[in-house]
T-cell receptor
Framework: EAGVAQSPRYKIIEKRQSVAFWCNPI?????LYWYQQILGQGPKLLIQ????????DSQLPKDRFSAERLKGVDSTLKIQPAKLEDSAVYLC?????????????FGPGTRLTVL | AQSVAQPEDQVNVAEGNPLTVKCTYS??????LFWYVQYPNRGLQFLLK??????LVKGSYGFEAEFNKSQTSFHLKKPSALVSDSALYFC?????????????FGRGTSLIVHP
């Protein structure tokens, strides 16, 4: 079974530029998560989708971050404009169902450096 | 608000010795607890979870964890450590917060197993 795919793996941009990340979850997984992992910290949930609907985006900085999952499969996360403090690894995860007890499967992440 | 504490930034253990990685949590309602491992430049991999029932949970690669409700702890253990167990370990909790079961991760504990 293929795992969660993410691209690009690495991205370097200057502040005030925009950037987008792509995630393709495990086939058949209804729930998709985006996390931000700053160096030295644990992952922080940004947004959770179930199919193409948003379950939780309470921790998403909506003035600059946006995410979509239009067809209920793959998803994109965008930052516009980027700030220095956005430098982090952005992790995508998926789970089969939408229950809190479901195991999440993580992709390899995208490492963003904002200069 | 729910929270997870991993009080040790780093745990050092000799190969063949038992290991413990500590985790305590704070959550309203019943907790769902998870352990993940992260190897360099890779996403998180699921190890085990506690949902309900037996307080001792067995997981992948010989790891186990004990749920202690009175001490609000969920420590990760392994009877005999391997050098290949060296990695970053994250504890996570999901509980009811404003009606949404947002996953919350600890800061991580670096496990170093010496030959």
């Amino acid at each position: 079974e293929a795992g969660v795919a993410q691209s690009p793996r690495y991205k370097i941009i200057e502040k005030r530029q925009s950037v987008a990340f792509w995630c393709n979850p495990i086939s058949g997984h209804a729930t998709l998560y985006w996390y931000q992992q700053i160096l030295g910290q644990g992952p922080k949930l940004l947004i959770q989708f179930q199919n193409n609907g948003v379950v939780d985006d309470s921790q998403l900085p909506k003035d600059r971050f946006s995410a979509e999952r239009l067809k209920g499969v793959d998803s994109t996360l965008k930052i516009q404009p980027a700030k220095l403090e956005d430098s982090a690894v952005y992790l995508c995860a998926s789970s089969f169902g939408g229950l809190s007890t479901d195991t999440q499967y993580f992709g390899p992440g995208t490492r963003l450096t904002v200069l | 608000a729910q929270s997870v504490a991993q009080p040790e930034d780093q745990v050092n253990v000799a190969e063949g010795n038992p290991l413990t990685v500590k985790c305590t949590y704070s959550v309203s309602g019943n907790p769902y607890l998870f352990w993940y491992v992260q190897y360099p430049n890779r996403g998180l991999q699921f190890l085990l979870k506690y949902i309900t029932g037996d307080n001792l949970v067995k997981g992948s690669y010989g790891f186990e964890a004990e749920f202690n409700k009175s001490q609000t702890s969920f420590h990760l253990k392994k009877p005999s450590a391997l050098v290949s167990d060296s990695a970053l370990y994250f504890c996570a909790v999901r509980g009811e917060s404003g009606g949404s079961y947002i996953p919350t991760f600890g800061r991580g504990t670096s496990l170093i197993v010496h030959p």
